[in-house]
């Protein structure tokens, strides 16, 4: 069965600093797909990545990077130089790659971050 | 593209009535659609899983008499709570598939937040 564990319930950070989000996923598929979403207070849900498990390669867009190892199933979230706009409850999602569409995604319970000015 | 409206956002009712939440594709066509739920502090749950002129697929716990999914067309999916009940209370979302295939990327809605008095 298909499970996404983020560990650290709540962080706490002041401006700018760096702050790293867990997240580790157990699935028996080979073929998978990672998220990670933002939600903020007002809850919608705001995408920020979608890796599939055939590509181990980090990512880098502006502030925030993303570490994909699949040796120790995990898919870790890096915010550089917090800012007090990141203060969300931060999302991350496995779905296996099924045809047909009917694929689910199934979320770990969500990591609330503070960034206090 | 690929945004997912919910209508209404926000609403209250009284306890054995009933609520329809519609979720709704506008820029693209959806074979797909899935219905979450969120209660406080807590991850989203998939409620039910709903293809276009198909019966939905509800997730184990979920009573389908209760929660009625009805996904008429490729851009309208319905949820209506029947018999509402305060511990039905909850943040409910949608997302949506596109018809194109290869992406397994889920459009979320904004959310629809049900207050049962």
């Known amino acids: 069965a298909q499970k996404v564990t983020q560990a650290q319930t709540e962080i706490s950070v002041v401006e700018k600093e760096d702050v790293t989000l867990d997240c580790v996923y157990e699935?028996?598929?080979?073929?998978?797909?990672l998220f990670w979403y933002k939600q903020p207070p007002s809850g919608e849900l705001v995408f920020l990545i979608r890796r599939n498990s055939f590509d181990e390669q980090n990512e880098i867009s502006g502030r925030y990077s993303w570490n994909f190892q699949k040796s120790t199933s995990s898919f870790n979230f890096t915010i550089t130089a917090s800012q007090v706009v990141d203060s969300a409850v931060y999302f991350c999602?496995?779905?296996?790659?099924?045809?047909?569409?009917?694929?689910?995604?199934?979320f770990g319970k969500g990591t609330k971050l503070t960034v206090n000015p | 593209g690929a945004v997912v409206s919910q209508h209404p956002s926000r609403v209250i009712c009284k306890s054995g009535t009933s609520v329809k939440i519609e979720c709704r594709s506008l820029?693209?066509?959806?074979?797909?659609m899935f219905w979450y739920r969120q209660f406080p502090k807590q991850s989203l749950m998939l409620m039910a899983t709903?293809?276009?002129?198909?019966?939905?697929?509800?997730e184990q716990g979920v009573e389908k008499d209760k929660f009625l999914i009805n996904h008429a067309s490729l851009t309208l999916s319905t949820l209506t709570v029947t018999s509402a009940h305060p511990e039905d209370s909850s943040f409910y979302i949608c997302?949506?598939?596109?018809?194109?295939?290869?992406?397994?990327?889920?459009?979320f809605g904004p959310g629809t937040r049900l207050t049962v008095t």
């Open positions: 709903s293809n276009e002129g198909s019966k939905a697929t509800y």
């Open positions: 997302s949506a598939r596109a018809i194109q295939t290869g992406t397994y990327e889920q459009y």
């Open positions: 699935t028996r598929d080979t073929t998978y797909y």
């Open positions: 999602a496995l779905s296996e790659a099924r045809k047909g569409g009917s694929e689910k995604l199934v």
């Open positions: 820029d693209f066509q959806a074979t797909t």
